[in-house]
């Protein structure tokens, strides 16, 4: 209980962007693409993914925003942890969720995406809210909980 008189606690600052990055995986090998130039973040590599529409799960976001960006469709299949990161454009929470393409082999994929091998994901530049995944995923046992 608040003592009376207490002022409720507020916070001033905005709320987080919810995002939803597609982790996708193929025999060792994973999907990336680079960020174009005029947006936050230009230049750097990244997962296929965006934001989370109201009413939409981040599991639902990855599988959208994959097959939006890549032409490759995808199935949810786990999840690694997600991350609160502060940028100089804004908060921004990135739920990363372990996907598995639906057919095999892997369909080819256009500039700026493509896939690398997961030894190789250290020669790219991610943001920084990536460094714990990239490291999960370039150690032994990259599959996320249910994949």
Known sequence: MEPIGAMPETSTAPPATRVAVA?????????IGQRPPGIPLAGLWEFPGGKIRPGETP???AERECLEETGVAVRACGAYPTVVEQYAHGRVEVSFIACRMERDPAPP???PFLWVAAADLR????PSANTALLRRLTGAGANADGC
Do not use: K, S
Not at 23 to 31: S, T
Not at 123 to 126: A, G, H, K, V
């Open 59 to 61: 599991e639902e976001a």
């Open 109 to 111: 994929v256009c500039p």
């Open 23 to 31: 982790v996708v995986e193929d025999h060792g090998r994973f999907l």
């Open 123 to 126: 020669r790219y530049e991610f």
